[in-house]
Structure formats: C-alpha cells, structure tokens
C-alpha cells in the first residue's frame, strides 16, 4: 500500500487562495503521475487536473483553467495543489491520487477546504 | 468523454448488486471502479474493466460490453455501502473521466 499524506483542513474567504499539499513517501515518487479531484458535499467526483513529476508538465481540466496551478517538488516527494480566486462552490474535500496505467491506485486521506465569509 | 451512473441503487443483504456505467465510447485503458465512504479516500475495487485489487474480495466482479461496464457484488453485506464511481482514460486529452457515482444502500 502507498499511503498518501495530505495537508490538513483550511478555511478560507471567498477570492482568496488555497495550497493543499500530497506527500508521497517511500520514493516512488516520480515514477508514476499525481492527479488531484475533488468531491463537493452531495456532488460526485470532479477531476481537477494531474502532474508528472519526473517531467514535471500538468494538464488541468477546462473548468479550473486559469485558476489552479499543480506543482510538484521532487526533493520532498510532495505535490501541491494552488486554487486561486476561492469562490463557495469550490467549498469540498480534495483529493491527491497516485494515477498510473490509466487508474488510481492509491489516494490520499482528503483535505477539507470551506470557503465561508 | 461522459460517462453516466445511476444516481442510486438498494439491494437486501445477501442479494446481488449490479451497478452500470455508460458512456459515448469507453476508452481502450479499461473501466475502473472505486468504493468511497462518507469522508474516506476512495479505494480502487475493479481496474482493466474485471481485475480485483489484492485484498477486494471475490464478490466483486466486473464485465463490458459495448459502452456499458458493470460492477456486480455478490451476497452484498452492510459493509459494501458507500458510493461506487467508475472512471475511463481519456486518451485525447491524457486525463481520467470520472462518473457521477451510485449510491449503494443496502436495506
């Protein structure tokens, strides 16, 4: 088993920004890709976007285009996931996941973000 | 690519559970299928359309055919509750395509 570590639960004020961070431990990582998706209470799950980062490119999905941005520091085995301009829909628990062969093998345990005033 | 699920099934203990999910074309990387719990990570149940994860049981099994994959649990028990997501590759833009999810109550 592969256990993902994510960074805690954040609260944030609409129009700000979040950091959630993934933390891949056992030094695979690099060796597969590090998708991010999210689930929004009573929603199903919505891709966001994924990294590889042995080569260090992302893809994300047309609906956060210009809002999120997915990094990747290969000397701490973390990825992370910056969402900007935080609006009350985007309030939802995010998820890292160890994305090889077409498939999630492996997810971390989520990250809670409310976006209130 | 869409791919669709019902948005809820019920099955009585010890019955069995068929869950579909659809799409305009499901890709050549297979159909994968997850288990989430409420406010638990998803854990991978079904990859390659019918190949079990080590430590899913035999109860799970999967099939295809056309552009509807199924996901079917024998003898369901109390534990298999949760909501079932299927996801295909979408080979065009290099990214994973989720279903909506089917809630799966046992009675």
């Known amino acids: 088993q592969v256990q993902l570590e994510q960074s805690g639960a954040e609260m944030k004020q609409p129009g700000s920004s979040v950091r959630v961070s993934c933390q891949v431990p056992?030094?695979?990582?690099?060796?597969?890709?590090i998708t991010w998706m999210r689930r929004a209470p009573g929603q199903g799950p919505e891709w966001i976007g994924r990294?590889?980062?042995?080569?260090?490119?992302?893809k994300y999905s047309r609906n956060f285009q210009g809002r999120v941005t997915i990094t990747a520091d290969k000397s701490t085995a973390t990825a992370y996931l910056d969402l900007t301009d935080l609006q009350f829909d985007d309030t939802a628990t995010y998820f890292c996941g160890r994305d090889t062969a077409y498939k999630v093998a492996f997810w971390g345990q989520g990250s809670l973000v409310t976006v209130a005033s | 690519y869409v791919v669709t699920q019902a948005p809820s099934v019920s099955v009585a203990p010890g019955q069995t559970a068929r869950i579909t999910c659809g799409g305009n074309t499901l890709s050549d990387r297979g159909v994968h299928w997850y288990l989430q719990k409420p406010g638990r990570a998803p854990v991978l149940v079904l990859f390659?359309?019918?190949d079990r994860p080590s430590g899913i049981p035999e109860r799970f099994s999967g099939s295809r055919s056309g552009n509807t994959a199924t996901l079917t649990i024998n003898r369901v028990e109390a534990g298999d509750e949760g909501d079932y997501f299927c996801q295909v590759w979408d080979d065009d833009n290099e990214y994973p395509v989720f279903g909506g999810g089917t809630e799966l109550t046992v009675l």
């Open positions: 056992g030094g695979s990582f690099g060796t597969f890709a």
């Open positions: 390659d359309d019918s």
């Open positions: 990294i590889i980062p042995i080569v260090d490119t992302s």
